[in-house]
């Protein structure tokens, strides 16, 4: 049971002034069709024939003023709901919105889920930023499958799993929960999630737009031309829209001087007029919006998750003149009609509690922790790469987070997952291993230099980098309520306390209740003692494996050239050191490639203040910025070594109607299958323009064998962004395409396409 507060209004739901109860034409003559008045008849109507936004406007038009008024925040109550949420009520049930009784309207109960259902004890998945690692959309799509299950196993209909804000620069908290720093391939990833989600759930796609900074996430003001808006924040929300997700969340930062919460360029210009978006809009939750009238006109439906600031100010600004009924019964429709749209899932049946933590789920949460290990060096030492590990290696084990389940964020995306292997878990079953937790680095010398092997874990956890739950702009307090309403604060406290218990994971006992801080990373280096421990191992051991955790890149120059194998573990869920060992044994041959860019020095990167009341963004960061300035990179964007090697043949490229299709081939040239990643880019005939990625392809190849590869390019894919007209314009012109292993890979296979 969800905490909601089920709305019990009077039994006949008196009409607001100019919305009388109407029976609708269905568009043919003298056809009248009948008045709907609950759900159960709106679904009628749409098996009838209606359409969904026929059904719910008929709906809502028998809603009384109260009713629709409930539909537009959440239905708990602020300061209850807040004392729940400090008591780890994010993890206990979903949260509820929208539900009417009288009329059979089910609402949402919306739960996370970026890396596993937040809600009950579920399967956790490796971050996102991992399974971007993968570049494998339909790995992705199966994880989102997953994910959508054990949500709707634990009472969820609607979840805020799919996270496409692109990683502009590697210090923000939450990079983790993206799939990299480029739009297309975050899009891509965002696309497949959602399809797999939305076999058992809606998914909500979040946060738009331009959110890619924690600590300053209530309070800065991002600064950003058209040009860059459209070419390099929106296109992967843009695809996920494309690809029937039912909602999307809004950032809590502000755009060109505007809450994203209540900005109408974003919500309604944007999303509803040019992408022609129909569905449902929430806020962030508790601060997502300030005004409760100027969000409702900019086209933000449901305040989430509390009834906070428009069951406070909404009903006032309406009998003013301030806010319009009108755009109320619009928000409510767009609910309703999403509802119906997604009927079909989500009236069939949930599956089982048993689903949450299944066999099947972990066994793909270890594929998927495998499968997203980059393996970044691995020089020969005495003539023979270091990797992949003899069977019956002895190892020495170091590092504190090698006996740590260490799953990332502790905010909002936390799965208190019961099951997690620890690295020291994973190898400990295929290897004679012994521990040491590093701390004093002439010990673990000694330890290393009698061992085959020495295995080195190091990175970040929660406390580097996170969602940011800490102190905050004072003046937002005066958007809570002085008190919740009496009645609602009785129905949610008795739904409360009717939840079925959840076990709390024994390793979060030293973390206090609720949200960890989190935040902004202050350093994208390792820790000093991490350094020291690294250089003691690897003097005393040469076959030295270095394992990073963490969420998006570690800057790794003043000792990643001293170490001969690096490789990038990210946080990998509740399988983490099984598919690790299983990559590091060769049970599993690496194909993970970096989704982001990992630079020589801080310097090539944005500027980035964690504290920053403004900040601008343009199109140049990542590869991209790298590239214009002519800086190499320590590890490029697409980059990752396999226990084999590959070859690109000879390409061609033709052009038929609006679509480029690139043909070429993928040679395996060592001794072991394996799988790559091949990449197109493209540069466009604007020298001022920064090249793009248009394609990519996973492609298996057994060894020694060469497979064809195709990539196709539909042209919107070249346009380019007309500030002018607000528009896109279609690309004319050469265009030069390369197919590449890496972004700025020598051995890329250039094309030149006129258009």
Same mark, same amino acid.
């Given at each position: ?7 019990e209004?009077s ?16 568009g ?12 159960e008849?709106?679904?009628a ?7 969904p ?15 629709r008024?409930?539909c537009?925040?959440?239905?708990a109550?602020?300061?209850a709901?807040l ?8 993890h206990r049930a ?14 949402v ?27 494998d959309?339909?790995l ?14 634990a ?9 496409v ?14 799939y ?27 946060h ?9 996430r ?8 058209e040009v ?6 929106l296109?992967?929300?843009?695809r ?25 360029g ?19 939750w ?26 406070h100010?909404?009903p006032a ?5 301030r806010?319009?009924?009108d ?7 767009r ?8 009927d ?9 509690a ?28 005495g ?11 002895r190892?020495?084990v ?5 006996r ?18 620890t ?8 290897a ?31 406390l580097?980098?996170?969602e ?7 003046s937002?307090g005066?958007?809570?309520p ?43 280096r ?8 690294v ?6 051991n ?17 000792w990643a050239?001293?170490?001969?194998a690096?490789?990038?573990?990210f946080?990998?869920g ?6 690790? =060992?299983? %990559?590091?044994?060769?049970a599993? !041959?690496?194909? +993970?490639? #970096?989704?982001? /860019?990992?630079?020589? @020095?801080? $310097? &090539?990167?944005?500027a980035f ?5 403004t900040?601008h ?13 002519g ?16 070859a690109?043949?000879a390409?061609? =490229?033709? %052009?038929d109607?609006?679509?480029? !299709?690139?043909? +070429?081939? #993928?040679?395996? /040239?060592?001794?072991? @299958?394996? $799988? &790559? ?15 793009r ?5 996973r492609v298996?190849v ?6 064809a590869?195709?990539?196709t ?5 070249l ?5 002018e =007209? ?18 700025? @890979?020598?051995d890329?296979?250039?094309?030149d396409?006129?258009?």
């Amino acid at each position: 049971m969800s905490p909601s507060s089920p709305h019990e209004p009077s039994d006949v739901p008196p009409a607001t002034p100019g919305h009388e109860p109407a029976a609708v034409t269905s568009g043919h003559p003298q056809q009248v069709m009948p008045v709907v008045t609950t759900f159960e008849e709106a679904r009628a109507a749409v098996r009838a024939g209606r359409t969904p936004d026929e059904a719910a406007r008929g709906l809502v038009a028998t809603l009384s003023p109260d009713e629709r008024l409930w539909c537009v925040d959440g239905d708990a109550p602020t300061w209850a709901g807040l004392t729940f949420l400090a008591e780890d009520g994010y993890h206990r049930a979903p949260f509820a919105a929208a539900r009417i009784e009288r009329v059979g309207l089910p609402g949402v109960a919306f739960a996370d889920g970026p890396r596993g259902c937040v809600v009950g004890n579920a399967t956790c998945f490796p971050v996102a930023m991992a399974r971007g690692a993968t570049w494998d959309p339909e790995l992705e799509e199966r994880v989102g499958e997953a994910i959508g299950r054990e949500l709707r196993a634990a009472g969820a209909t609607l979840t805020g799993a799919v996270c496409v804000n692109v990683l502009r620069h590697p210090a923000w908290g939450r990079a983790q929960e993206t799939y990299g720093e480029d739009p297309f391939h975050v899009g891509e990833l965002g696309a497949a999630a959602t399809r797999g989600l939305q076999r058992h759930v809606m998914a909500c796609v979040k946060h738009l737009a331009c959110n890619s900074m924690e600590n300053a996430r209530f309070t800065v003001d991002v600064e950003v031309d058209e040009v860059a808006l459209h070419e390099v924040f929106l296109p992967q929300f843009r695809r996920v829209v494309d690809e029937g997700v039912a909602s999307v969340m809004s950032a809590y930062n502000a755009v060109n001087g505007e809450w994203c919460g209540q900005n109408r360029g974003l919500l309604t210009d944007v999303l509803r007029g040019e992408w022609d978006f129909a569905r449902f809009v929430i806020s962030d939750w508790i601060f997502g919006l300030r005004d409760a009238a100027t969000s409702l006109a900019a086209g933000l439906d449901v305040e989430m998750p509390y009834r906070m600031v428009r069951a406070h100010h909404l009903p006032a600004a309406l009998a003013e003149g301030r806010a319009s009924w009108d755009d109320v019964d619009a928000a409510v429709t767009r609910f309703v009609a999403t509802l119906l749209r997604f009927d079909d899932v989500l009236s069939t049946p949930a599956p089982g509690a048993d689903v949450l933590g299944s066999p099947e789920h972990r066994t793909l949460a270890r594929e998927v922790a495998a499968r997203s290990v980059v393996v970044l060096r691995n020089e020969p030492v005495g003539g023979t790469p270091v990797l992949p590990l003899a069977p019956g290696s002895r190892l020495a084990v170091f590092g504190t987070l090698a006996r740590t389940v260490n799953l990332g964020d502790g905010g909002s995306s936390d799965v208190w997952d019961l099951k997690c292997r620890t690295v020291l878990d994973g190898l400990a079953a295929v290897a004679d291993a012994v521990y040491d937790d590093g701390t004093d680095a002439r010990r673990a010398g000694a330890l290393a230099a009698g061992a085959d092997a020495a295995i080195v874990v190091v990175g970040c956890t929660y406390l580097d980098e996170g969602e940011f739950i800490g102190a905050t702009d004072p003046s937002l307090g005066e958007l809570f309520p002085e008190a919740d309403e009496p009645d609602v604060a009785e129905r949610f406290t008795a739904a409360i306390t009717e939840l079925a218990p959840v076990v709390k994971p024994l390793r979060l006992a030293e973390r206090a209740a609720g949200f960890s801080t989190g935040g902004d990373r202050s350093s994208l280096r390792l820790h000093r003692e991490d350094v020291e421990l690294v250089r003691a191992t690897v003097a005393a051991n040469p076959r030295t494996v270095v394992v990073l955790q963490g969420g998006s890149a570690i800057l790794a120059s003043e000792w990643a050239g001293d170490v001969p194998a690096v490789v990038h573990a990210f946080y990998g869920g509740c399988e983490a050191g099984s598919g690790l =060992a299983d %990559v590091l044994f060769g049970a599993a !041959e690496p194909a +993970g490639r #970096l989704p982001f /860019t990992v630079p020589v @020095d801080e $310097a &090539d990167l944005p500027a980035f203040d964690r504290d920053a009341t403004t900040a601008h963004y343009d199109r140049w960061h990542g590869w991209w910025r790298l590239a214009r300035n002519g800086r190499v990179p320590l590890f490029p964007f697409g980059f990752g070594l396999s226990y084999t090697t590959f070859a690109l043949g000879a390409a061609v =490229a033709s %052009v038929d109607g609006d679509v480029v !299709e690139v043909r +070429g081939s #993928l040679r395996n /040239t060592g001794d072991r @299958d394996g $799988a &790559d990643v091949v990449q197109l880019y493209a540069e466009l005939p604007d020298a001022d323009a920064p090249p793009r990625l248009v394609g990519f392809r996973r492609v298996e190849v057994p060894a020694g064998a060469e497979v064809a590869v195709t990539v196709t390019v539909p042209f919107d894919r070249l346009a380019v962004r007309d500030p002018e =007209a607000h528009a896109w314009r279609s690309p004319a012109g050469r265009h030069r395409l390369v197919l590449a292993r890496f972004a700025g @890979d020598r051995d890329g296979v250039a094309l030149d396409v006129d258009l």
